[in-house]
Nanobody
Framework: QVQLVESGGGLVQAGGSLRLSCAAS????????MGWFRQAPGKEREFVAAISWSGGSTYYADSVKVRFTISRDNAKNTVYLQMNSLKPEDTAVYYC??????????????????WGQGTQVTVSS
């Protein structure tokens, strides 16, 4: 069983920055691809960013490309999402997800087995 705990959300003004963290309680963190998703009120959960088990491959939704950066520290069992130049449309609950695979980096919710409880990000205009 994998437990994921997100932190770092909050209220920020447009143009500001936040750094989300996701700590995984698993011995073999290096066997997992990791992703970030978000869900705004009344909308479906959508892909934000993903990273391979080694950190060597990263993928982003077009809406966050250049502004967001995903990274991981395998020694700390933690994945990060650095969010810069935040916009009001980035307001959502952000979820961390884990896929027990070294062979793919999923861009779909269906690719991920384990999910965190989410952290709220609110960007004011």
């Amino acid at each position: 069983q994998v437990q994921l705990v997100e932190s770092g959300g909050g209220l920020v003004q447009a143009g500001g920055s936040l750094r989300l963290s996701c700590a995984a309680s698993v011995r073999t963190f290096i066997n997992y691809a990791m992703g970030w998703f978000r869900q705004a009120p009344g909308k479906e959960r959508e892909f934000v960013a993903a990273i391979s088990w080694s950190g060597g491959s990263t993928y982003y939704a077009d809406s966050v490309k250049v502004r967001f950066t995903i990274s991981r520290d395998n020694a700390k069992n933690t994945v990060y999402l650095q969010m810069n130049s935040l916009k009001p449309e980035d307001t959502a609950v952000y979820y961390c997800a884990a896929d027990p695979s070294r062979l793919r980096v999923g861009l779909s919710r269906r690719d991920y087995t384990y999910w965190g409880q989410g952290t709220q990000v609110t960007v004011s205009s």
